[in-house]
């Protein structure tokens, strides 16, 4: 008896992995590891015997080649165990929609959260599916144990059907995707395959190879406090320089609010704030890796400028590299992009081709020597309480990874 997607989707998202960016450990929860574990237990179930989980918490295993045959390269399926930690993780209650009408899907646990067909031309080109959600509470976690469902169901089918010719595959599970440490650790060597598909995007037929290019951009404003009772001519409020910082940042342009399409941003998304000091955090996103360089300028002259206004406040800036643009390896690498794309129409779907505006581990992968260019999961409304999948959605995902097995058996070069 198989095990749908949908069957190990309703169990995984029950386990809370929303990963801690605060939190040094790799993985950065527990739960993901509670999952990993899982994940393990089930690959071996199936009778793989190489599952291994490491140190950091990711695990590989392969599906043993069915045919084989001389110059088949081993290729890859990846997707993360974490959720994002902008929204809560835990008690997630899955709650299935058999055969949505189209009609306004009410979230049960806060019915403020309503998902409506007239609203998301996603959702309404799904009526006659089974929609899954969340309860209204909790983010649903469709990112991306959609994916890890989809993959571990693909292996199963894999392995009851070695009638399907296809050389060794293997899979791979990563922590920490969401605060953007999903690659740290991933042994591209041990991991050993030509090229993967990170199995992590959005509507059905979605082939995403290209991708933002993305720093962190973090700058400190450091004060002096003291009684504010006392504080004339003392007081340094490094709040104050901050939030000047905030206003100065561009309003009606370069934001992810008034952005679309090829268009980068910078992004202030997080702040600790104190009168002796305030940290504020900026993405910097944009497909041109070149133009980052022209947003760092702006940030760093907009941050001293305010610093400035404050007499006594000191300002530090520091500029992480984040991941770059997949699309500047996978443009070297056309087969892998076209394997895809022939899998997808193999199993009735026009692929649907657009840059991702964010990144996946394939960003950093593809960088690392692994190209990784992303398939749809069915993920949407990502990060948020109405967050939702399609189950026919996974079950087209599930059709072709186990469609590109063979298109990489048949023409491997």
Not at 220 to 227: E, L, P, R, S
Request: charge should be negative; glycine fraction near 10%; aromatic fraction near 6%.
């Amino acid at each position: 008896m198989t095990t749908s997607a949908l069957e190990r989707f309703l169990r995984y998202v029950t386990i809370d992995t929303r990963a801690d960016d605060s939190s040094p450990a790799c993985p950065s929860t527990p739960g993901q590891l509670e999952l990993m574990r899982l994940l393990v237990t089930e690959l071996r179930e199936l009778g793989l015997r190489d599952v291994v989980l490491d140190d950091y918490g990711y695990v590989m295993a392969t599906v043993p080649a069915s045919s084989p045959k001389p110059g088949v390269p081993v290729v890859g399926f990846i997707a993360h165990v974490d959720t994002s930690p902008e929204m809560i993780g835990a008690g997630v209650r899955p709650i299935v929609h058999w055969n949505y009408d189209g009609r306004d899907i009410v979230l049960p646990d806060d019915p403020s959260m309503i998902l409506s067909s007239a609203s998301d031309s996603a959702l309404a080109a799904r009526v006659g599916d089974d929609i899954v959600t969340a309860s209204g509470t909790t983010l649903l976690g469709a990112d991306d144990k959609a994916g890890v469902a989809e993959i571990m169901a693909a292996v199963e089918y894999l392995v009851q059907h070695p009638e399907i010719p296809h050389g060794a595959i293997r899979i791979g599970f990563t922590p920490d995707e969401e605060i953007g440490r999903g690659a740290d650790h991933f042994d591209v060597a041990r991991f050993g395959a030509v090229c993967a598909y990170t199995v992590d995007g959005g509507s059905r037929g979605e082939l995403e190879h290209a991708s933002f290019s993305a720093d962190l951009f973090t700058v400190v404003f450091k004060g002096f406090n003291t009684h504010p009772g006392y504080a004339k001519g003392k007081m340094v409020n490094a709040i104050r320089a901050a939030a000047d910082f905030i206003a100065s940042l561009p309003r009606t342009e370069m934001t992810p609010e008034t952005t679309d399409g090829g268009e980068g941003f910078v992004h202030p998304y997080d702040v600790h704030a104190g009168v002796d000091q305030t940290t504020v955090k900026v993405l910097i996103r944009d497909f041109m890796t070149g133009e980052l360089g022209t947003k760092r300028a702006l940030l760093e002259f907009l941050a001293r400028d305010a610093g400035a206004r404050h007499p006594g406040c000191t300002v530090e800036t520091t500029v992480t590299e984040q991941y770059r643009n997949m699309g500047e390896v996978l443009e070297r690498h056309p087969t892998v992009v076209e394997h895809a794309r022939t899998a997808m129409r193999r199993v009735g779907i026009e692929p649907i081709e657009r840059p991702i505006r964010g990144g996946t581990d394939g960003s950093r992968l593809s960088l690392m020597g692994l190209p990784t260019p992303n398939l749809f999961a069915g993920e949407h409304n990502f990060h948020s309480r109405v967050e939702w999948v399609s189950s026919q959605d996974m079950d087209k995902a599930v059709e072709v990874i186990v469609q590109l097995c063979p298109v990489w058996w048949e023409s491997p070069a």
